[in-house]
């Protein structure tokens, strides 16, 4: 018996790693001014800034107790039919993952380089959102979200059951207001030194760690609502 769970353990220990694969080539998003998403549960990776080229990309990577075995026996594809176009100056992005019999998942990973300013839109029913840069206004939402923000947005709308958010501001315009909404909430947030905020929590249940005083009015404005909710505000 122990030689058979060896065994087992040595094909698992020596499975090659499913490598990912693009699905269509990049697409210049060099008019785009807004991007929305859509669908399934999807990794997504944003920069925005002036700096060219602006591009976006789909990628698609086997996971799971059988990805393994997929990329060493089977010569097809990621099973997923994400799709991306271009429509009126926004960048539309449909998720759909693998079929919910495939023995092993497929993640999606969008990549994309966006002009400073842009809005971007995530509706999904799970999501991990990582921005960087400069951008309008950040709408999120979903049953689990998992969201980070380094730079700066004009405004922010993140909702969902579950919800995790660290939000650093490199700037601050004194206009930026932000509201998150859900039922368990970890937000972390960090401004410039010395950035009046004005913040309110309406929670059943909250931890509220601030090293900063709530001034009535000021922005950047922060509106917390949340069954339950840890806020740490720097």
Request: net charge neutral; glycine share 6%.
């Given at each position: 018996?122990?030689?058979?769970?060896?065994?087992?353990?040595?094909?698992?220990?020596?499975v090659t790693p499913?490598?990912?694969?693009?699905?269509?080539?990049?697409?210049?998003?060099?008019?785009?001014?807004?991007?929305?998403?859509?669908?399934?549960?999807?990794?997504?990776?944003?920069?925005?800034?002036?700096?060219?080229?602006?591009?976006?990309?789909?990628?698609?990577?086997?996971?799971?107790?059988?990805?393994?075995?997929?990329?060493?026996?089977?010569?097809?594809?990621?099973?997923?039919?994400?799709?991306?176009e271009v429509r009126e100056r926004?960048?539309?992005?449909?998720?759909?993952?693998?079929?919910?019999?495939?023995?092993?998942?497929?993640?999606?990973l969008i990549r994309a380089s966006l002009p400073a300013g842009s809005d971007?839109?995530?509706?999904?029913?799970?999501?991990?959102?990582?921005?960087?840069?400069?951008y309008g206004a950040v709408r999120i939402k979903g049953h689990a979200a998992d969201f980070a923000l380094d730079g700066h947005a004009a405004s922010l709308d993140i909702s969902g059951d579950a919800v995790r958010s660290d939000l650093r501001f490199a700037r601050v315009s004194n206009s930026e207001t932000i509201r998150?909404?859900?039922?368990?909430?970890?937000?972390?947030?960090?401004?410039g030194k010395d950035v009046p905020i004005s913040y309110t929590v309406d929670a059943k249940a909250s931890l509220v760690d601030s090293k900063r005083d709530s001034t009535p009015g000021a922005k950047p404005a922060i509106s917390i609502r949340s069954d339950?909710?840890?806020?740490t505000i720097r």
């Amino acid at each position: 018996m122990l030689s058979l769970i060896t065994a087992i353990l040595l094909l698992f220990g020596t499975v090659t790693p499913s490598a990912a694969g693009e699905l269509q080539p990049p697409l210049d998003i060099a008019a785009v001014n807004s991007v929305t998403i859509t669908g399934e549960a999807s990794h997504i990776v944003f920069t925005a800034g002036d700096g060219a080229p602006y591009q976006a990309r789909v990628t698609s990577t086997r996971s799971g107790w059988f990805s393994g075995w997929y990329s060493s026996w089977f010569a097809d594809q990621c099973a997923t039919r994400t799709t991306m176009e271009v429509r009126e100056r926004t960048l539309r992005i449909h998720v759909v993952n693998a079929p919910l019999l495939s023995l092993s998942d497929c993640e999606v990973l969008i990549r994309a380089s966006l002009p400073a300013g842009s809005d971007v839109s995530i509706e999904q029913a799970a999501l991990q959102a990582r921005l960087t840069g400069d951008y309008g206004a950040v709408r999120i939402k979903g049953h689990a979200a998992d969201f980070a923000l380094d730079g700066h947005a004009a405004s922010l709308d993140i909702s969902g059951d579950a919800v995790r958010s660290d939000l650093r501001f490199a700037r601050v315009s004194n206009s930026e207001t932000i509201r998150l909404d859900s039922r368990a909430l970890d937000a972390s947030f960090s401004f410039g030194k010395d950035v009046p905020i004005s913040y309110t929590v309406d929670a059943k249940a909250s931890l509220v760690d601030s090293k900063r005083d709530s001034t009535p009015g000021a922005k950047p404005a922060i509106s917390i609502r949340s069954d339950y909710a840890r806020v740490t505000i720097r």
